[in-house]
């Protein structure tokens, strides 16, 4: 499936994490030259420090990172991990020598944001095999259309990850949030976190602990960027 409109130089851009990480670190290889990698091809901890402050990612603060590592490893940073492993999908770096370094396709996008986000955001949402991150062993059913298009609909407003369960796979929303951990985390990772990493949502937590609550919005970017078969049911927000 293509869901995306025409890349339009004009995007809403600032919520895309994933696009704001790929600028820094194609401008950090350009400016310092090619990433040394350890023997298991992870990015070495100089540039994983390097990145944690320069990224500035939400939930992924520096204090965050180091109150729980003494030292960073790649594995430490999962906008990191992730970034890596689509940059080499989306062959804008490859592996040489031991190091990461740009491809010619990185070079000509990084002044064309659009394009690039939207290369970035395929090879994010339906490309990349998020399983690795989740503690379940069984794959999370359906499809991009589908939940592409039923995010469509229940964000419209705002809607939380029980509510998405509850449309997608049946049940009420009070038994999912206290019973279907493993449903609702997997599809946080293979669905909601790229998306807000695309800069396709904004996620907004309320509470602490059991009490935590994660309401899902469509961010300006969604509209602009994608085309979906339900956008024709979509009514207009009231907003007071």
Same mark, same amino acid.
């Given at each position: 499936?293509?869901?995306?409109?025409?890349?339009?130089?004009?995007?809403?851009?600032?919520?895309?994490?994933?696009?704001?990480?790929?600028?820094?670190?194609?401008?950090?290889?350009?400016?310092?030259?090619?990433?040394?990698?350890?023997?298991?091809?992870?990015?070495?901890?100089?540039?994983?420090?390097?990145?944690?402050?320069?990224?500035?990612?939400?939930?992924?603060?520096?204090?965050?990172?180091?109150?729980?590592?003494?030292?960073?490893?790649?594995?430490?940073?999962?906008?990191?991990?992730?970034?890596?492993?689509?940059?080499?999908?989306?062959?804008?770096?490859?592996?040489?020598?031991?190091?990461?370094?740009?491809? @010619?396709?990185?070079? +000509?996008?990084?002044?064309?944001? %659009?394009? =690039?986000?939207?290369?970035?955001?395929? $090879? *994010?949402?339906? &490309?990349?095999?998020?399983?690795?991150?989740?503690?379940?062993?069984?794959?999370?059913?359906?499809?991009?259309?589908?939940?592409?298009?039923?995010?469509?609909?229940?964000?419209?407003?705002?809607?939380?990850?029980?509510?998405?369960?509850?449309?997608?796979?049946?049940?009420?929303?009070?038994?999912?949030?206290?019973?279907?951990?493993?449903?609702?985390?997997?599809?946080?990772?293979?669905?909601?976190?790229?998306?807000?990493?695309?800069?396709?949502?904004?996620?907004?937590?309320?509470?602490?602990?059991?009490?935590?609550? @994660?309401?899902?919005? +469509?961010?300006?970017?969604?509209? %602009?960027? =994608?085309?979906?078969?339900?956008?024709? $049911? *979509?009514?207009? &927000?009231?907003?007071?």
């Amino acid at each position: 499936m293509n869901p995306f409109r025409s890349p339009d130089t004009d995007l809403p851009l600032s919520h895309a994490l994933i696009l704001k990480a790929a600028l820094l670190t194609i401008g950090y290889i350009e400016e310092n030259g090619p990433i040394g990698l350890t023997p298991t091809k992870a990015l070495k901890r100089y540039f994983v420090a390097w990145a944690a402050e320069a990224f500035d990612w939400p939930g992924y603060t520096v204090e965050y990172l180091y109150a729980v590592n003494k030292v960073l490893n790649e594995h430490d940073f999962p906008p990191l991990v992730i970034l890596h492993e689509v940059l080499l999908s989306a062959k804008l770096a490859r592996h040489f020598k031991g190091t990461l370094r740009l491809t @010619d396709l990185a070079r +000509k996008l990084r002044s064309e944001p %659009a394009r =690039l986000w939207m290369l970035l955001t395929t $090879h *994010l949402l339906f &490309v990349v095999d998020h399983s690795p991150y989740t503690r379940s062993d069984e794959p999370l059913c359906g499809n991009w259309d589908i939940f592409l298009n039923v995010i469509n609909i229940e964000a419209q407003v705002a809607v939380t990850e029980e509510r998405l369960c509850s449309v997608l796979y049946g049940g009420e929303e009070e038994d999912i949030r206290h019973r279907d951990f493993k449903l609702t985390a997997s599809l946080y990772v293979h669905v909601l976190r790229p998306l807000c990493w695309a800069g396709l949502l904004n996620e907004h937590r309320t509470g602490t602990g059991l009490n935590r609550r @994660d309401f899902y919005t +469509k961010t300006p970017l969604w509209t %602009a960027a =994608l085309r979906l078969e339900t956008d024709r $049911h *979509l009514r207009p &927000v009231t907003r007071h």
